[in-house]
């Protein structure tokens, strides 16, 4: 039995590698066709183009590694039904759960290479994808807002409380993560303003400063007045350079460049931290954070939801049938996960449910089907 399940992993690896590489080249070359409108712009050129198609493929891998093993596994296990030989594994002793077992011997590794390539490939292969075809455009990552980034940052005192908290904005943000054209409104407990701070540039200064350049303080100043007519003043001062101290992180203001399902589990959980501290609202990178945990899994449950497959005896469109059914399934599911988190997040469910809803969903199917054919054997 070793050298049956030994035999079916062997197809299995070929048949989902064999996948794998087709769909890469695939959406490579829709990403090169996509790149060659900006080609010849400013310094953007072809080499610029193919460095960013090649830094963009860790993130289609990760994307595409459950769909690739569920088309590998039913094309693997396909032929070996149309060529009698799965018959011959179940008349040898080779039953559902034996298989099943089988599969997922496999599908463990693509399911630890997902998981590898999700939390120390794709963020900074993305990160420097971006960099190099921002650099070449000679462009800079601008926010959501005409205005650029707004960011909550709360400055904090020894002990943990709260000391102040500022609102910066951030005209553009470098692909080195340096600032150009900041903006601090800070605020005191009470949130009363106290100070607007402006800087043509900033860089970060560790471990926990920025240097700004060419600074314009201005603090509002309580003056005296009557109860009913209290009156403030300004002092404007103008500094060439200004040590500034602020939670903010190049760390986290990178994952402004990197989109939250491509960025690493801990700067997903750094970041979450961050807006929590902060009382922002931090679902959207809590799905994520989630989707880094179950999406290997998916794996594991697309390669179970395709070896019901060997089982289906189709006489007319045998494998090709069968393969392009596995196809459907994978784009059914591909956007059920997408509809499930744009769910999650109106409807404010818990993000482990919204992220969990498919995968449970298909592996049930699954179950399902092995059981009936189980029973049919």
Request: glycine share 10%; aromatic share 10%; with cysteine.
């Amino acid at each position: 039995m070793r050298v049956v399940c030994r035999y079916v992993a062997r197809e299995i690896w070929l048949a989902v590698a064999f996948v794998l590489v087709g769909f890469l080249a695939l959406f490579g070359f829709f990403d090169f066709v996509n790149e060659l409108d900006d080609v010849g712009k400013a310094g953007y050129q072809l080499q610029h183009a193919l460095a960013f198609v090649l830094l963009s493929l860790p993130g289609h891998i990760y994307e595409l590694m459950p769909i690739a093993a569920l088309i590998g596994t039913v094309y693997a296990l396909s032929q070996l039904a149309s060529n009698s030989e799965f018959t011959a594994m179940r008349a040898a002793g080779l039953g559902p759960i034996r298989a099943l077992y089988a599969i997922f011997r496999v599908g463990v590794v693509f399911a630890g290479v997902t998981l590898l390539v999700g939390e120390l490939v794709i963020a900074p292969a993305d990160q420097m994808a971006q960099r190099v075809r921002m650099s070449a455009l000679g462009s800079a990552v601008t926010g959501e807002f005409r205005s650029g980034l707004w960011i909550k940052d709360t400055l904090r005192a020894g002990a943990g409380s709260e000391e102040r908290q500022r609102f910066v904005n951030i005209a553009r943000l470098t692909p080195d993560v340096g600032l150009r054209g900041v903006r601090v409104f800070e605020f005191d407990d009470t949130m009363h303003l106290t100070e607007v701070m402006e800087a043509a540039s900033g860089r970060f200064s560790p471990p926990g400063s920025w240097l700004l350049t060419d600074v314009t303080r201005i603090k509002v100043v309580p003056e005296t007045g009557s109860v009913d007519y209290p009156t403030i003043g300004v002092q404007r001062t103008m500094i060439p350079e200004l040590l500034w101290r602020s939670e903010l992180t190049p760390a986290l203001l990178g994952v402004l460049m990197v989109a939250p399902e491509r960025m690493s589990g801990w700067n997903l959980l750094s970041y979450i931290g961050h807006l929590r501290e902060n009382r922002q609202d931090a679902s959207r990178y809590e799905i994520a954070m989630w989707q880094k945990i179950v999406y290997p899994f998916a794996v594991l449950v697309m390669m179970a939801l395709a070896l019901p497959s060997a089982y289906m005896q189709i006489r007319s469109g045998g494998v090709g049938l069968k393969v392009f059914g596995g196809i459907m399934l994978g784009i059914v599911f591909h956007f059920l996960n997408g509809l499930f988190t744009h769910l999650g997040l109106l409807n404010t469910w818990p993000a482990w449910i919204a992220v969990s809803i498919p995968s449970a969903v298909a592996f049930l199917i699954a179950m399902g089907m092995l059981y009936r054919v189980g029973r049919v054997r």
